[in-house]
């Protein structure tokens, strides 16, 4: 099965795709779709979108998962990140893909086994779990691989429980 894994923000979307057959993942792509800051947010978002539309073009995803974000105090940044992730979804659902949704949290859980990990832990696990020599240039790319491996784990623990 493919999965891709999404980042959503206003200024760098990450992407990253792996295969998981028999429980062994394969890193297939990843990579941060970029807006210019001076850029106004509909075409950030447009840009955002259209990009993502093409990566899944490209790869043929079966499913999707994306990080939510964690909000805190800013409410003008989570408007902002709503907007991209509404942006993801349609890219997604113009395809007829399912999206699942996972906290920070949650993601860092699946892949350090610690909820709350830093970036460089989370990017080394990455490294590790898919067998890459290094981690993705982008740290938004390699979240958003730890966003895919989140959502191959999640759906062996659920199939353990259908199991029971």
């Known amino acids: 099965m493919r999965i891709i894994g999404i980042d959503p923000g206003t200024l760098a979307l990450g992407y990253g795709m792996i295969d998981e057959a028999s429980g062994e993942l394969t890193h297939v792509d990843c990579g941060a779709l970029i807006a210019p800051t001076g850029m106004p947010m509909a075409e950030r978002l447009y840009n955002m979108y259209t990009g993502l539309r093409d990566v899944i073009a490209r790869f043929e995803p079966e499913e999707a998962a994306i990080e939510e974000p964690f909000v805190a105090k800013n409410a003008r940044s989570a408007l902002a990140v709503g907007q991209a992730i ?7 659902a113009e395809r007829g893909i399912p999206l699942h949704r996972y906290t ?24 590790i779990l898919l067998g890459l020599p290094e981690p993705p240039r982008s740290s938004d790319a390699a979240d958003a691989l730890a966003v895919a491996i989140c959502h191959v784990q999640a759906k062996f623990l659920a199939s353990l429980e259908a199991d029971n």
């Open 86 to 92: 509404g942006a993801v979804t349609v890219a997604i």
């Open 104 to 127: 920070p949290a949650q993601v860092k859980q699946a892949v350090t086994s610690y909820g709350r990990s830093d970036k460089e832990q989370v990017a080394d696990m990455v490294c």
